[in-house]
Structure formats: structure tokens, C-alpha cells
């Protein structure tokens, strides 16, 4: 990954339970061997998946304070995970609906004028087009989608009209939908996939994502690298 080519690279899911924070904080901790990796959790799961304690404001909290309270405070509410990686934290649970887009726009500048790579955990989107979360992925460089192939999903991804980078389909068993349907009703190509693995289950279990890396999400994060190679060139 070139961190000059993506400042920002956000991932989204349609739909909870399809893996979207796992797969950011499996991208986060894969980079940081090579980059300086600021994670931004927006879905309020990256202190479980990465095994940490992170009580107390993040970045929400941050949104929705008064807008005399700077960008320069945003390193006060960052927490160290491990060598080159951290993480900026949810905070307190609030209604983002009520944040000015402006205000937003403030942190996506703030992010960008970091050194190395952010990943932004969007979590689940919704439909309101100036929330944080949206505000957010429509400004960032590189976007992933991940998606199951859920009919329930999948149609609601198709309304959200979301035009990723990426599309990385989840495989699991079972399913009546395959690959190619999963592409119909997207409209675009499944660019990466990766099983759903009880080896990737028993890490995310254990909080050793930012330790041990399980090898299918490390086989996903070097194609995904190779995907934005590929675009870059």
C-alpha cells in the first residue's frame, strides 16, 4: 500500500454481522509494518477485535462538542495499540444525525493532514447522505464494501448506491446466492474473497488480531494491496 496514493481508506457494510470491522482492523494491522496506521472506529468494536482497553471520549464525543473544541484535541483521544498502530476511539454512543456536516469535513481535513495511513471503520451505513459515517467514505480515496451474498444485503446495499473500490465478498456456506449473483445485483465486480474461517472466528474471539494475524486475512489484505496497485498504475 502507498500511503501518498490513499489517505483515507474507509469500509462500509450494508449490513451488520458481515465482517466489516474485522476486515478494517485486519487491513490496519497489516500495514502497520510498513506504515504509520491511525484506525478510526466508527462502529465502537475495534477495542474488542484488537484485544485493548479504550474507556472514554473518541471520536464521536469529538463531533458532536461544541465546535470551539479544535482539531488539535483529536491526539488527545488517540490510544497505542502496538508499534506504528493506533487507534482512534467511537466514544460515547450519540445521534449522528444531529452533526453538521461541516463539522465532519473538519475531521476528514484533520485525517488527511496525518502522516501514513488511516483506515476508517464506517461500520454499518445508512441512508441519510450527510451523516458522519457517509460524509466521510464519499471523501475518502479508497472505499471497500463487504458484503455476504444475503439477499436482504445486497438489496439494501443496491439503494445505498455506494460505488466502491472494492467489493470483498464474504464466503460462507449454505447460501442460495453465488458470486455471479452477488455482482448482479451490486452491479459491479466482487474484486476479493475470503471464506468465513473458525481460524479467523478463534482470533477475533481471542483479541489477537493485532498480534497474530490469521493467514486468510493476511492472503486478503495482499490481494486488496494488489487491487490498489493495480488502480494506482
Not at 224 to 233: K, Y
Request: proline share 6%; net charge negative; glycine share 8%.
Amino acid at each position: 500500500m502507498n500511503s501518498e496514493k490513499t489517505a483515507l481508506w474507509s469500509f462500509c457494510a450494508a449490513k451488520g454481522g458481515t465482517g466489516v470491522s474485522v476486515l478494517a482492523a485486519a487491513v490496519a494491522c497489516a500495514l502497520r509494518s510498513d506504515h504509520d496506521v491511525l484506525l478510526v472506529d466508527m462502529a465502537d468494536d475495534q477495542p474488542d477485535l484488537l484485544g485493548i482497553d479504550a474507556e472514554g471520549p473518541g471520536v464521536r464525543d469529538w463531533l458532536t462538542a461544541d465546535t470551539s473544541v479544535g482539531v488539535e484535541t483529536l491526539d488527545n483521544l488517540i490510544t497505542p495499540v502496538r508499534d506504528q498502530l493506533s487507534l482512534l476511539p467511537s466514544g460515547a454512543r450519540c445521534d449522528m444525525s444531529v452533526v453538521p456536516p461541516q463539522r465532519t469535513m473538519e475531521l476528514v481535513e484533520a485525517l488527511r493532514d496525518r502522516a501514513g495511513v488511516v483506515i476508517i471503520d464506517a461500520g454499518v451505513t445508512q441512508e441519510g447522505p450527510f451523516e458522519p459515517p457517509q460524509l466521510i467514505w464519499a471523501s475518502s480515496e479508497r472505499t471497500t464494501l463487504v458484503v455476504r451474498a444475503c439477499y436482504l444485503g445486497l438489496k439494501r446495499a443496491q439503494r445505498l448506491n455506494l460505488a466502491p473500490t472494492d467489493v470483498v465478498e464474504v464466503v460462507e456456506g449454505g447460501r442460495a446466492l453465488r458470486t455471479i449473483d452477488v455482482e448482479a445485483v451490486l452491479g459491479q465486480p466482487v474484486t476479493n474473497r475470503v471464506a468465513l474461517d473458525p481460524v479467523i472466528a478463534r482470533a477475533v474471539d481471542a483479541g489477537l488480531l493485532s498480534s497474530r494475524l490469521p493467514r486468510p486475512l493476511r492472503r486478503l489484505v495482499r490481494s486488496l494491496d494488489s487491487v490498489g496497485a493495480d488502480a494506482a498504475a
